[in-house]
């Protein structure tokens, strides 16, 4: 069965009222243009300094939610709420969560961000997200009509453990909302997402924040989704936008039976 997904680009600041007011209206124009699943990028409520993010947190059943909640009512469709900054308790740091909504509004998978983005490519890009986020302690997938899907969150891409492991659990098509760093996604985000669907035969879905943000950082952008044989099907260009794609489970079992890579695999030795 084929459904139509929409992967959506964004340029996040740290205005909370305008990212939704963006957002929403992205997402109204996915849903008029027949999506029955819409996908937004990391972080798309607040991107900003240290402050402003840990100021945002709300809630997992906060503000946020509640908008990601009315618009797949609205429309009738599924909403992946790319990620937000979700309250710990008893601390100042966040969750960085994922929010899945179905149809009628009720919350069906919750995934917070399991590998934090501590780097330090001296004289490019530094972060610590670790100072002011949690690492999440489970993976995710949910079921739909349309099949069954896996969460994860930018860095992770680089764990290819966990893409495996969520493909080995059922999952047919992974979400992979980023807001990948300039320096190194003009490298390696495409190759990363590529291998990622080539070596599991599964769909990416990957929507992107672009361009900059407060305190003079950048996103790479290029959001895209690309199928089961690692041919990028769909692209963003340099601009806040929506890219589509048909996915097509028919063509999804041609490639893992022509290329039967996961039934070849040899789990007893590589533990050795």
Not at 68 to 78: G, V
Not at 161 to 182: C, D, H, K, N, S
Request: hydrophobic share 40%; with cysteine; net charge negative.
């Amino acid at each position: 069965m084929g459904f139509r997904i929409a992967a959506v680009q964004m340029n996040t600041q740290d205005d909370k009222n305008e990212n939704l007011r963006k957002a929403g209206a992205l997402i109204d124009e996915a849903a008029h243009a027949g999506a029955n699943l819409v996908a937004l990028p990391e972080m798309f409520n607040v991107l900003g300094p240290n402050e402003v993010v840990r100021a945002a947190r709300e809630p997992a059943d906060g503000p946020t939610a509640e908008f990601l909640r009315s618009k797949a009512r609205e429309h009738a469709i599924y909403v992946h709420g790319g990620s937000i900054p979700v309250m710990v308790d008893d601390s100042d740091k966040a969750w960085n969560t994922t929010l899945v909504f179905d149809p009628q509004g009720e919350l069906i998978a919750r995934y917070n961000k399991i590998h934090l983005f501590d780097i330090d490519v001296t004289g490019h890009v530094a972060d610590n997200e670790s100072s002011r986020f949690e690492a999440g302690k489970k993976m995710v997938t949910f079921e739909t009509e349309h099949g069954q899907f896996g969460l994860t969150i930018c860095y992770d891409i680089r764990f290819p453990e966990l893409y495996r492991a969520l493909t080995l659990a059922g999952a047919r098509v992974i979400f992979q909302p980023a807001a990948f760093t300039l320096y190194t996604g003009k490298d390696h985000w495409e190759a990363l997402i590529r291998a990622r669907a080539i070596e599991n035969q599964v769909y990416m879905v990957c929507p992107a924040q672009f361009g900059s943000h407060p305190p003079n950082k950048q996103c790479f952008g290029n959001a895209m989704i690309v199928d089961p044989w690692g041919t990028v099907i769909a692209r963003a260009p340099e601009r806040e936008c929506i890219v589509f794609a048909d996915i097509d489970y028919a063509q999804q079992d041609r490639i893992r039976d022509q290329v039967p890579s996961l039934r070849n695999r040899r789990p007893q030795v590589y533990a050795g």
